[in-house]
C-alpha cells in the first residue's frame, strides 16, 4: 500500500515487530550498512544492549553468530526481522518503532538506550545526506543528467 510519501508504513506489522522479534535489522537505500537493535534481554544484566550500525552479513546465520561474540551467554535469538525501511532517517527517528524499541529496551532491561539511538540516528543522518550530495552532484553510484554550464 502507498500513500502520498511513498509505502505507507503498516503499524500493526511494526507493533508485531516490536512484540515478537529479538532482533531488528534495518537496511537502508543510501548505505550497505545495517542498523541492528537487538531488543533480547539479559537477565543478568552482563551485557548490554546493542544499538549500532553494522556491516551487512551473508544470511541470518552470519548475524547469529556475530550477535553470539558480541552478546555471549545469552540465548540465540528465536527471530530475527530484516527489512528496508522504505523512508527518510527522519522519518524513522519519529516512527513508532523507534519509540517502541527503546521503550522495549528499557522495561525489559531496565537501560536507557535513546543516546545509543540518537547517535545512530545521527550517524545514518549524515550517510543519508552524502548520498543525497552525491545524487545531485552525479558523484559515484550516480550518472546526473544534467552537466555544468560555464
Known amino acids: 500500500m502507498f500513500s502520498e510519501d ?3 508504513l503498516d503499524q500493526e506489522a511494526m507493533d508485531e515487530a516490536l512484540r515478537d522479534a529479538d532482533v531488528l535489522v534495518l537496511g537502508f537505500d543510501f548505505t550497505d550498512d545495517r542498523l541492528l537493535i537487538d531488543l533480547r534481554d539479559d537477565p543478568r544484566g552482563h551485557t548490554p544492549p546493542i544499538v549500532e ?3 551487512p552479513l551473508a544470511d541470518a546465520e552470519e548475524r547469529q553468530i556475530w550477535l553470539s561474540g558480541r552478546r555471549p551467554g545469552l540465548r540465540p535469538p ?6 528496508v525501511w522504505p ?7 519519529n516512527s513508532p518503532l523507534i519509540e517502541g524499541a527503546a521503550v522495549r529496551i528499557e522495561g525489559e532491561q531496565r537501560v536507557n538506550v ?3 539511538l540518537g547517535e545512530a540516528m545521527d550517524e545514518l543522518r ?7 550530495a552525491a545524487a545531485v552532484s552525479g558523484g559515484e553510484g550516480f550518472e546526473t543528467l544534467w552537466s555544468r554550464l560555464g
Open 6 to 8: 511513498g509505502p505507507a
Open 53 to 55: 550500525i553494522v556491516e
Open 78 to 83: 528465536d527471530e530475527l526481522l530484516f527489512f
Open 87 to 93: 523512508h527518510s532517517v527522519n522519518a524513522l527517528q
Open 114 to 116: 535513546r543516546a545509543l
Open 126 to 132: 549524515s550517510r543519508e545526506r552524502l548520498d543525497l
